[in-house]
């Protein structure tokens, strides 16, 4: 059921938001800083700010607009961790795979910290996460997890079926993991105030500025645009799911798909009150990625993958009548709410589900691929690479591999939507 449906590129995050897009800067002819920084997303803007406060001069280059990418369009839940644990990443990098676990961990306080020091208007709610398990095998793992976060003294839970049911609203789950460490926020009210503090700073955004070329000179790199030339120490890039053709190579490493995201029309005050109690943002663990929470005002917003599509402008109805019969499946109460918002937006994955940071020449820094944790992560990652780029201290910590793109890369959307028809299999069979 829809009314009055909107389609605009952002969704609700778009027309609800209290915060005007900050004033892009001006283009010139030429113009030097200490560091470019290409995407104006939160990794970028991030980098920015902290760059800037360690006095650096700072340039950032945004193709379209603030937030028009995943900054802009998300779920906005702010999240802790990574997909792999702590065990794996030690396994694989050693001591930098226990600091970049420790820095994912801590990255929802890190932001909280962040809007508290800038007096960032965005919205934002410290309310939990839910981690929800989608069958019983999943409940052990999720179940251990909790006893885990418990032993470790962190503010997180075990919830059984029973007060599942009453927190969520909805009998599908067999109990779940509330982690107060999470929390939600208006992902597009904050990326256009990072934009803003950033600016507050002596950071200089140049919006509808795509960065086309970049060419390493003697002393410098420079960034070439339409209308002007932008040089050099370093050079950040951070396109993240939007990544094209500047980096050889780098576009083929990534796996960007889309999310698709509905919003019903505002709920009732009898719906609203035993519907996600306590304001918590919620996610399944299957593979085939669901995650809801409520916005602020007052909607069920809804969204998971429907398809592998990477295509950036629109999608197909199909997509989101997946996401429709998702959301009435678990919560049938709400299948006369008409949904009045769908949107979706480029979530960029990584072969081995960790952001990928590379070094490929000097000067040149790429932080890119956050498998859906951006809104904390990403924040996180700029501030560290602002600190290695200075050449201060940063307890976090990422491992620095090459570009290795992905053997037949061209054939993604095929290979990925078989993918996903043999994921909806194993979670239909509880694997």
Known sequence: MTDNLQHEPQGLWASSAAIPSPSPGLPVESLDADVVVIGAGYCGLSAALHLAEAGRSVCVLEANDIGYGASGRNGGQVLPGLKLGQDEL????????RRLWAMAEGAPEFVAKLIARKSLACRFERSGALR??????????????ALDLERRGVDARWLNAVETTHVVGSQAYPGGLLDMRAGSIHPLEYVRELARVAQAAGVRIHTHTPALRLERTRNAWMVHTERARFAAATVLVATNGYTDSLVPGLART???VNSFQIATAPLDEVRSRHLLIGNPCAFETRRMAIYFRKSFDGRLVFGGRASFSSRQHGAPVADYSVMMRELHARFPSLRDVPIQYRWTGLVCITPDSI????????GLKILVGFNGRGVALATRAGAWVAHRIAGSE???????TPIRPIPFHGLRAPALNLAMQYYRVLDALGA
């Not at 030690?90 to 795979?97: A, I, K, L, Q």
Request: glycine content about 8%; overall charge negative.
């Open 394 to 400: 940063d307890d976090g910590d990422f491992p620095v």
């Open 90 to 97: 030690v396994s694989r990098f050693g001591e930098t795979g």
């Open 355 to 362: 952001p990928h940071y590379h070094e490929p020449e000097p």
């Open 254 to 256: 990534l796996l960007p």
């Open 132 to 145: 929800l398990p989608h069958n019983e095998a999943a409940r052990r793992r999720v179940y251990a997890a």
